[in-house]
């Protein structure tokens, strides 16, 4: 095993949570060490899908390169469910997410308070509005402020995208109906911004973007990290293990190589940053005779209470042509994002403009027909079809949980991550009004079709929870600012802290986590309690 020097901050994890730390500390002089899984990409080496002729046969075999093969292994409690779809690589999954940059509604902090369901968060909306603005001028934001939901946001530093022309044929029928529509932040920036160039809208976000308009932390926070001179990052490198010291604090993380050399990185502060299904996967792996049950973990909270947005969505033939292969939608509306007492469920959902980006490979081979009707049906449905999404709270219970699965095992030995993921009768309730407000919708634009509306448990992108934030001990794995409870030199910053799901992408809400929890890390530093 090879030993290294003592750093300020080991960081594991450099997605959305893990590459704004590592930013803020390194800037303050604290010397910096990121440990990522995954490989380091080059945007215009490894994201050219979009500039490729057989783009959509290269995008089969494209998502491969941001996965790594020897850690991204679960077993499923219920094996018709989906695999969780996570990411690796420097940035995390900001490489390949499609960059709608939401804030969480103010009452998704309070819904116990307010509805009687799920957990209050240990902070607000208020509490993160700084930070959330001191993100969103980072990253070059574009986005069109005064929408109704969130009337405080000041104006974005980049514009709105127009919307598309498969927004505009929906929003009729949302204007018909008295739904609002407004258009997604979103991290592609809309005007060259902080020395890249300006969105061309190819509609291929997620397969990277190789021009760097979207506002990955491969191209922000990462960089600015480096520049400091503070900061490594070693890609390639699988955490198995936190280790503690006799006194319970954290003391250094065991890792792997890419040449399979272990490593132990001793660290006076240690921030797990590795998403919603690796860091509790750590933390249960991380067991000591101070901590039997895993690192931080006297809660026996550490996995439970994982969630994922409730992702149904359906495509739909349109009369007239949308040409929607091109571009992406960007509109969207969150009417139905709080609890209304006329449903029969709790909480809400809100539904976007999905483009339905089908080019004409992936259309053609939707017809199983042959010769002339093959013909008419690419005729009518190659570019004429447009499709709406949902995003859908998933209350937290603790019966969803990620844990330790003892009977297989990864690469490097580690137990791998067992996901146990169910709607419960709120969501299924939800699914079933959610399904019925979009055939409202159809009905009223006149589609020529409704394509078969799907539900996938374990589909959503969003994974949240399993190390959730809170002020009590016993119920709770972390405080308000992400210090874990039983170690005070770890942080858990990522969605594992989240408390409830909202509806809200998390995406921002992590960044603004990260960046309120670093400046409360720099005082304590200073304070010398750390």
């Known amino acids: 095993m090879a030993n290294q020097n003592i750093v300020d901050a080991c960081i594991i994890g450099s997605g959305a949570g893990g ?44 998502l491969h390169k941001f996965n790594a093969p020897k850690i991204d292994k679960v077993t499923l409690s219920n094996p018709g469910n989906a695999k969780p779809h996570v990411a690796y690589g420097v940035g995390g999954g900001t490489q390949i997410y499609l960059a709608y940059l939401l804030r969480f509604l103010p009452h998704d902090f309070k819904t116990y308070t307010i509805d009687g369901v799920g957990a209050d968060w ?62 997604r932040p979103t991290g592609r920036i809309s005007r060259p911004f902080d020395g890249r160039p300006a969105c061309v809208k190819c509609g291929q976000c997620s397969s990277g973007c190789m021009i760097n308009a979207k506002s990955s932390t491969l191209v922000t926070y990462i960089p600015k990290a480096e520049k400091t001179g503070n900061a490594e990052i070693r890609s390639e490198c699988a955490v ?35 998403g919603t299904i690796q860091s509790p996967r750590i933390l249960l792996n991380s067991k000591s005779s101070l901590f039997p049950d895993g690192l931080a973990n006297s809660s026996g909270l550490v996995g439970k209470y994982y969630m994922q947005h409730l992702a149904l969505s359906a495509g739909a033939v349109f009369h007239e042509r949308l040409d929607s292969f091109r571009g992406y939608g960007g509109a969207a509306t969150f009417d139905f994002s709080k609890t ?21 490979v992936k259309a053609a081979l939707k017809f199983s027909g042959w010769g002339s009707g093959h013909k008419i049906y690419m005729k009518n449905n190659f570019g004429h079809t447009a499709g709406l999404s949902t995003s859908g709270e998933m209350l937290p219970d603790e019966r ?20 146990s993921l169910e709607p419960r009768k709120n969501e299924k309730l939800m699914l079933k009004a959610i399904e019925k407000k979009l055939r409202e919708i159809y009905d009223v634009a006149g589609v020529k079709k409704v394509m078969k509306m799907s539900y996938k448990t374990g589909s959503g992108a969003h994974n949240m929870g399993t190390c959730r934030m809170g002020n009590d001990s016993k119920k709770s794995v972390v405080n308000s ?50």
């Not at 936190?242 to 003391?251: F, L, R, Y």
């Not at 969803?400 to 996901?419: C, E, F, K, Q, W």
């Not at 809400?509 to 720099?522: C, E, G, H, L, Q």
């Open 19 to 62: 590459s704004v730390v590592a930013k803020e500390l390194s800037s303050q002089g604290l010397s910096v060490v990121v440990l990522e899984a995954g490989k380091r990409f080059t945007a215009l080496k490894d994201f050219t899908v979009a500039s490729l002729k057989d783009w959509e046969r290269a995008k089969r075999d494209h």
């Open 400 to 419: 969803n949980r990620v844990a330790l699965d003892s009977n297989t095992v990864d690469h490097y030995g580690m137990p791998v991550p067992r996901i």
């Open 340 to 360: 209304d007492s006329n449903n029969s469920y709790a909480r809400g959902y809100y539904i976007a403009i999905s483009n339905y980006r089908f080019g004409p």
């Open 240 to 274: 198995t293990q936190i280790k503690s010291d006799k006194n319970g604090k954290a003391h250094s993380v065991l890792y792997v190589d890419k040449n399979n050399t272990e490593h132990e990185l001793k660290a006076k502060l240690i921030v797990l940053s590795a």
């Open 481 to 530: 600012y992400c210090q874990s409870h039983d170690v005070p030199n770890l942080f858990v910053i990522d969605a594992s802290c989240f408390v409830t799901s909202g509806t809200s992408n998390p995406s921002l809400t992590v960044m603004a986590i990260a960046k309120r929890s670093a400046d409360y890390i720099v005082e304590e530093i200073r304070k010398g309690h750390l």
């Open 122 to 183: 240990p902070i607000t909306y208020e509490d993160l509005v700084p930070y959330y603005r001191k993100v969103e001028l980072e990253l070059g934001v574009s986005g069109k402020s005064g929408d109704p939901w969130f009337p405080s946001v000041e104006k974005y530093p980049n514009p709105p995208f127009e919307f598309s022309y498969a927004a505009k044929i929906f929003k009729k029928s949302f204007d018909k109906m008295g739904i609002r529509l407004w258009n």
